[in-house]
């Protein structure tokens, strides 16, 4: 039964709470990309070769933005409930 109440309220959250919710898996994603890069850059240096140009980082920039502008806009509806 536990397990339904969890469910009803994902279901009928508000669109604030989902936007916040979406915004910090956008945020998550840009970290679980930064971690990715820097595996890449160690990878490249342990062969003695160049790294390749961060070929992440406008996807990076996109997923914070992204993330940023949906807590900017999901956050001050959910401050003001009671």
């Known amino acids: 039964m536990r397990m339904q109440t969890l469910l009803d ?3 009928f959250a508000s669109d604030a709470k989902l936007l916040v919710l979406a915004g910090i898996a956008l945020l998550a994603t ?3 990309l930064v ?4 595996a890449l850059a160690a990878r490249a240096r342990a062969r003695s070769v160049p790294p390749p140009p961060l070929p992440g980082a ?3 920039l996109l ?3 992204a993330g940023l502008l949906c807590l900017a806009l999901g956050l001050p509806p ?3 409930e009671p």
Do not use: K, S
């Not at 971690?35 to 820097?38: G, I, K, N, P, V």
């Open 9 to 11: 309220q994902w279901r």
């Open 78 to 80: 959910l401050l003001r």
């Open 63 to 65: 997923l914070v933005g």
């Open 58 to 60: 406008g996807l990076f």
């Open 35 to 38: 971690l990715l890069e820097r």
């Open 30 to 32: 840009a970290g679980v």
